[in-house]
């Protein structure tokens, strides 16, 4: 038995420590007094450690007024027909993502189907389906407690599937709309926000008991040797 190595991995092992940071909130945005066509909406109120990115129109999209929301026309299914939104997590820490709370509208002739994507697969797959009816507005908790040790750059983009439009027609008119705006439940208005948790590995000084621990542990497999 390799005594030498069974110290030292203890050693490895007790010398460092992983520190959970809870955080309800990992970052917000709100549209309270918002005209809808402004260039984009800041985040606020983010968890320490984190860096809220601007919730932003990709460059296919033409910014629309729609109060306390951020509202845009010109879904013609471009690839720059996207709403951008996420955060940059602090070298050294990592964030747990639980949900996202948001609200959002479609004109009658704006999208019907779109999808909550995020950069982690390049894009590939949505994460959630949004289904816009008619002018209804749509509130939605969307899961994802999936979404575990993310670093680093962040980005989320909700894209419309398909073509048919929020009133049951086949194709999106150009100029219909759709707009992001805060989470509403029974009346009170919530801003849009992500919840999780944002954690940090973190070196834990090694007692100096361990160290001699290790040194005798050591020494003992030396004199064995050499007994042997």
């Not at 809870?22 to 909406?41: C, K, L």
């Not at 009658?108 to 959630?128: E, I, K, M, R, V």
């Not at 008991?209 to 064995?224: C, I, M, N, Q």
Request: proline letters at 1%.
């Amino acid at each position: 038995m390799n005594f030498k190595a069974i110290s030292l991995a203890a050693v490895f092992a007790l010398g460092v420590s992983a520190q959970a940071q809870a955080a309800s909130i990992i970052e917000e945005y709100d549209f309270t007094g918002t005209a809808g066509n402004q260039a984009f909406t800041a985040a606020t109120n983010t968890a320490a450690n984190i860096t809220g990115s601007n919730l932003v129109r990709g460059a296919g999209l033409t910014a629309n007024s729609g109060s306390g929301s951020l509202n845009s026309t010109g879904f013609t299914g471009q690839a720059t027909d996207f709403l951008s939104f996420g955060f940059s997590v602090a070298d050294g820490f990592s964030v747990n993502l639980e949900q996202l709370f948001i609200g959002t509208r479609s004109s009658n002739t704006g999208p019907g189907t779109l999808g909550l994507f995020y950069n982690g697969d390049n894009f590939a797959s949505s994460l959630f389906t949004f289904s816009q009816s008619g002018t209804s507005n749509l509130f939605s908790i969307v899961d994802l407690s999936a979404l575990t040790g993310l670093t680093g750059s962040v980005e989320f983009r909700i894209l419309q599937i398909g073509t048919n439009s929020a009133n049951g027609g086949a194709t999106t008119s150009s100029t219909g709309t759709f707009r992001v705006q805060d989470y509403v439940v029974s009346s009170i208005d919530n801003n849009l926000r992500f919840t999780g948790t944002v954690n940090a590995v973190a070196s834990v000084p090694v007692p100096a008991a361990f160290w001699l621990f290790g040194s005798a542990v050591a020494g003992f497999a030396a004199r064995k040797r050499k007994l042997g």
